[in-house]
């Protein structure tokens, strides 16, 4: 048992305890940050990505001990106060919101791959998202509060 | 009056809060001294439990209580229970003596922590007897099959009739006769399922839970823990996504009753392997239908005879079937039609509501069979649509009641225009590719009118600033079916829909309602949020003559308004305070609303796919539906409802499927193996709603939410059988490669 600390939305958190804890249980069980979502714990499904280091990562498959170095972003760090970011926006406008249960995840993958390609195609958008799954929208208001997002965000 | 918010698109209410990680599900509550519970599921698929050691278990640090089917109550119920009279066949307990499926429950632990749950689980030792098992829904229905239930593995039978159908067969030119089968699928919702029960020292029980049934549960943990109904409160804080799965009670009691051992608040969430297992599954089915036809096309007699796998328990078995044998009769024109369906218990996962209940099964055979008529006959598959499609004016061959008001025509009519089907369906694949396209009709109810109550009551309050408070039992699942009500209240009273504010889906808190399935949404509880409004109005109104004194009054902007004289006019506010100060009374109205009709909202849907020679791969290039919701109240919400059901249909039609070894135990039960759709999957869909308006419902409207997964797999199905000649008769859908190239 070693403590450590995770930067994490630009604050620093002691973590206590087990080095092979995953990233999504820490931010769940320890930091009470649950906008990170388990919805298989496999890796499959993608409700559980976060932004580390720039790029969306699913938090249950990796160990937060591993990241000590790292800058992780959540879905509670996004919004600048009660101002939201473009991205949720977006997903807000284009109706990309039913259950909300894979959103978050969804934001930041936006969000990751926006940093990286700025007027993403269609074809990439969906591709992004390969490892995001969806229940409600069939992802199609997914691929468009993308692109509205791009649009808010300069690109397109 | 031209409407200001029905029509017009709005995202779901509580969008703002699922985009920022604020939206707290049940999984993301803690309650202090909270301890968790973890489910112990039988191994074999059918057998009796002759003990249960608990020793080993109990001494991992941080166990509480064992829960096992030794040690608890043992009253039966029935997961499916929607009212407290509800009159359908109790067969399950919280724990089993007798398992009946691979993912039975047979006990449960409550520990300090998740770890040490999982820990005394596997620690927990099962001694069983094993029985013989029946997986085949056909096998299971034999006469001298092993009986899973006492009283044999047939249910009792569901009929439907209009008119003679032999007199029918006599008279028609052809007849096919087909048998077609479905697999059972699960509803794939990202939120699995999870519950907090608290047991307080009271002897009241709270119970969290991310379900679509609050009063119903409180009828069933009330029945097996024999607990008044006033001292059970059961709240759906939020759901993230469901489709039915979450209708039918699954971990609710074990953590009521881990929590009364404990007298310490108990969370249980499911792993996704749990919940493939051990949740629900759409009904899988064996169909066998034999259609008469004249030469022109014109369906003379149809013949539907189907077994219902209702899994291990009865569950929902014959609602589900009750409800498929409705919809037959809404479609066509086909003056005789017969239909009978048994529900069959068999040793495979319990099988329980799904969206579509029972339509997309029974829209997949009748309208595979049709597609196979059309190459048949050489009529062109939309043409033969046409000839036996419902008109507008048409009726339910059965009662001979009139259908409301559907507009199948008018789907077919734009649904092909749009789809370019004329042109699509002469196109040659390209070298290694078999191109072809399909359609298929589909239709589902709008709540449960005829089969049995079907209310919901709603208490809206008007607040002194002139904003509302509205208390509903409807739970938005992430369809928006409160979002609708928002818009209905808001276009009554003349305020934006921002205006109202939304207390749901808590029994202590919110006036009845019968759940939210059956695409209830929109056509019952939608017409009752305009119901409840209006009752508000009236009031509002009332208090408005006297101060204004005129008559001639309207609501707008947020101010009651004299149509002559716009200068008399007062805000919703200000009569708020006027009522408590001169009237020292309360703007609080509740109103009950019941369904008015049976109506049926209509889908048509087409594809378009290449199967790829060498291999037998199925690829679906584009993908149109065209629907008859009536007038849409909310395109954003329907177009979503649309695209998100037609995801689910193409899985259906494709990749999902139960894998079961021989043994009854589900191989595929991750989502990885488990395959849904991913968005770089899914082909381009265009949707399109025609122009309807349904007499009796809100505003015109009428439900999309199920209709809209009911006409996927056939369509796809005609649209593969257009480019091989293969003859499929199976859901998912499978190409052999050896087949193609004969």
């Known amino acids: 048992m070693e403590n450590y600390y995770l930067n994490i939305n630009g604050n620093n958190y002691k973590i206590i305890g087990d080095e092979n804890e995953s990233l999504l249980n820490i931010l769940r069980e320890k930091l009470n940050l649950t906008g990170a979502k388990c919805g298989c714990e496999t890796g499959t499904c993608g409700t559980c990505k976060v932004i580390i280091d720039g790029k969306a990562v699913k938090s249950c498959r990796v160990r937060g001990f591993d990241l000590q170095n790292s800058k992780i972003e959540t879905i509670e760090g996004l919004a600048d106060g009660y101002k939201l970011h473009p991205i949720q926006e977006a997903f807000i406008e284009a109706g990309a919101i039913q259950c909300g249960f894979c959103t978050p995840a969804m934001i930041l993958t936006t969000k990751a791959l926006l940093n990286e390609n700025k007027n993403p195609t269609e074809e990439e958008i969906r591709f992004a998202f390969r490892e995001n799954l969806c229940r409600c929208t069939g992802y199609v208001q997914i691929v468009e509060a993308v692109k509205l997002a791009a649009k808010k965000l300069g690109g397109m | 009056m031209k409407e200001k918010i029905i029509g017009k698109g709005y995202p779901i209410r509580d969008s703002i809060l699922k985009a920022t990680g604020h939206k707290i599900y049940v999984d993301d509550m803690k309650f202090p001294n909270m301890l968790y519970g973890k489910i112990l599921y039988s191994t074999i698929a059918h057998g009796k439990v002759k003990s249960i050691d608990t020793t080993e278990a109990m001494k991992v640090e941080g166990v509480k209580a064992i829960a096992t089917c030794f040690n608890t109550p043992h009253i039966k119920y029935n997961s499916a229970l929607r009212f407290y009279d509800h009159d359908i066949p109790f067969t399950e307990t919280i724990f089993s003596k007798t398992v009946r499926f691979v993912g039975d429950r047979v006990a449960a632990v409550a520990a300090e922590t998740m770890e040490a749950a999982e820990k005394a689980v596997n620690l927990i030792k099962v001694e069983y007897e094993e029985l013989p098992a029946v997986f085949d829904v056909e096998e299971a229905a034999k006469e001298n099959a092993y009986p899973i239930h006492p009283g044999g593995n047939v249910l009792n039978e569901i009929k439907a009739n209009a008119g003679d ?4 067969f006599a008279q028609a030119y ?23 029960a608290q047991y307080t020292i009271d002897n009241r029980l709270t119970v969290h839970s991310s379900c679509q049934n609050v009063f119903a549960f409180r009828v069933i943990l009330s029945q097996i823990l024999e607990m008044p109904l006033h001292k059970i409160r059961m709240i759906t804080p939020s759901i993230g996504g469901s489709f039915g799965g979450k209708l039918e009670m699954t971990i609710e009691p074990v953590a009521a009753i881990l929590s009364k051992m404990t007298m310490q608040p108990v969370k249980v969430t499911l792993t996704r392997k749990e919940v493939f297992k051990s949740t629900r599954t759409r009904h899988a ?5 034999k259609t008469g036809v004249k030469e022109s096309g014109e369906i003379i007699a149809q013949d539907i005879n189907i077994l219902l796998n209702t899994g291990s328990y009865a569950s929902s078995c014959y609602n589900v079937l009750g409800a498929l044998s409705h919809k037959i009769y809404k479609v066509y024109k086909i003056p005789n039609l017969r239909f009978r369906g048994v529900p069959v218990y068999t040793n495979i996962p319990i099988a329980g509501a799904m969206r579509g209940y029972g339509s997309p099964q029974i829209f997949f055979a009748q309208q595979a069979q049709m597609g196979k008529i059309a190459k048949d006959l050489n009529i062109d598959l939309v043409e033969l649509q046409k000839i036996n499609a419902a008109l507008p004016d048409g009726v339910d061959q059965r009662f ?110 919110v006036p009845w309602n019968l759940g939210d399935y059956a695409s209830r949404g929109l056509y019952v509880e939608g017409a009752a949020a305009k119901r409840v409004a209006e009752k508000l109005k009236r009031k509002i109104v009332e208090l408005a003559e006297e101060i204004l004194k005129t008559k001639d009054l309207i609501l707008e902007d947020g101010y009651v308004v004299s149509q002559s004289d716009s200068s008399k006019k007062i805000s919703l506010s200000d009569i708020a305070v006027y009522s408590q100060k001169e009237k020292e009374a309360e703007i609080t109205v509740v109103e009950s609303h019941r369904s008015e009709a049976g109506i049926t909202s209509y889908g048509v849907h087409f594809a378009e796919v290449l199967v790829e020679e060498e291999t037998g791969k199925i690829k679906v290039i584009s993908y149109t539906a065209c629907h008859d919701s009536g007038k849409v109240i909310n395109p954003l919400a329907a177009t979503n409802q649309l695209d998100g059901g037609i995801h689910m249909g193409l899985g259906y039609a494709l990749t999902e499927d139960y894998v079961f070894d021989e043994k009854g135990n589900m191989t595929n039960d991750s989502f990885g193996s488990y395959k849904m759709f991913r968005a770089h999957e899914m082909p381009e869909i265009k949707t399109h709603f025609v122009k309807g308006f349904e007499e009796t419902g809100p505003y015109g409207g009428k439900s999309i939410g199920e209709c809209a997964v009911v006409p996927a797999a056939p369509a796809i199905l005609n649209a593969v059988y257009d480019a091989t000649g293969i003859e499929i008769k199976k859901l998912p859908i499978k190409i052999n490669k050896e087949d193609l190239n004969d």
């Open chain 2, 174 to 196: 052809k007849i096919y006769e087909d048998r077609y089968e479905v697999q059972p699928v699960n509803h794939g919702a990202l939120e699995p399922h999870t519950c907090i």
């Open chain 2, 165 to 168: 159908v032999e007199k029918g």
């Open chain 2, 285 to 289: 089915a064996v169909m066998y239908i």
């Open chain 2, 400 to 509: 001979n009641s009139p259908l409301g008001n559907p507009r199948i025509l008018d789907c077919l009519n734009e649904g092909s225009e749009i789809f370019q089907w004329e042109r699509k369906k002469n196109i040659v694949g390209e070298k290694g590719y078999k191109h072809g396209v399909g359609m298929a009709i589909g239709a589902h109810g709008n709540g449960v009118f005829g089969a049995h109550r079907d209310y919901i009551s709603l208490a809206l309050k008007l607040n002194e600033d002139g904003t509302t408070t509205l208390l509903t039992g409807v739970h938005d699942m992430g369809n928006g079916s409160v979002t609708l009500q928002t818009q209905m209240i808001a276009e009554v009273l003349g305020i934006t829909p921002d205006k109202v504010e939304t207390l749901e889906a808590d029994t202590d808190a």
